[in-house]
């Protein structure tokens, strides 16, 4: 499986970015895409998840009626659309392909077994 993320940028705080993921080699025991982010000095954290089954989505509480992760299945890309973007959401962002378990542990990456490279975010006045 393989992951290229793409649309980083440096923005102003309050603006849109759209980033975007290309996927390739799936197989069936793929199960969702993950979008990821890493900030210098702090954990990595799970942004957002889209199940491949049902594009059922799931967010981090504090990018929920923000940020919005979909799926283009005949361009195999998933997208991260991030608005209103705050000083705190600069960070390098990955797209993760995997099998996360029911719950909540895919914030923590828990399943998700391939990773992109990532995508710069910059948000700065």
């Known amino acids: 499986v393989q992951l290229v993320e793409s649309g980083g940028g440096l923005v102003q705080p309050g603006s849109s970015l759209r980033l975007s993921c290309a996927v390739s080699?799936?197989?069936?025991?793929?199960?969702?895409i993950g979008w990821f982010r890493k900030a210098p000095w702090t954990a990595r954290e799970g942004i957002s998840c889209?199940?491949?089954?049902?594009?059922?989505?799931y967010y981090k509480d504090s990018v929920k009626g923000r940020f919005t992760i979909s799926r283009d299945n005949a361009r195999n890309m998933v997208y991260l659309q991030m608005s209103s973007l705050k000083l705190e959401d600069t960070a390098l962002y990955y797209c993760a392909a995997g099998s996360p378990p029911d719950g909540s542990s895919w914030l923590w990456g828990a399943g998700f077994r391939s990773w992109g490279q990532g995508t710069q975010v910059a948000v700065s006045s």
């Open positions: 080699g799936l197989t069936s025991d793929y199960h969702a």
């Open positions: 889209i199940k491949l089954s049902d594009d059922s989505t």
